[in-house]
């Protein structure tokens, strides 16, 4: 996830200024608690989307970087929890966990 997180908040636009997809306080709050955040994580719920399902995810949801798809379903869930919730992982992991299931 902190992989993940870094690339967002390192995107730059077309002429190379900066243009994170993360603000400070969510790319901070990964950077500080990446070993809890990657133990949450449970990318084997990935599987549970059908075709139509990822598709819509990829194409309207998943952040992209140089036109490439830079997240999975879980991390982009994950990070969704922790915009809402910022500091309070506990809150955050149980949205994450509402979400993905």
Known sequence: MAECAKKLYNM?????RPAPLLSDKVYQIILDN?????????YSRDFNYDFFGFKTLEKSYLL???SQ???RPQQMLMRVSIGIHEDDLDAAF???????N
């Open 64 to 66: 992209r970087v140089n």
């Open 94 to 100: 149980a949205t994450y966990d509402g979400m993905s």
């Open 12 to 16: 730059t636009d077309k002429v190379g």
């Open 69 to 71: 798809v830079a997240e």
């Open 34 to 42: 990446k070993d809890k955040i990657n133990a949450k994580i449970d």
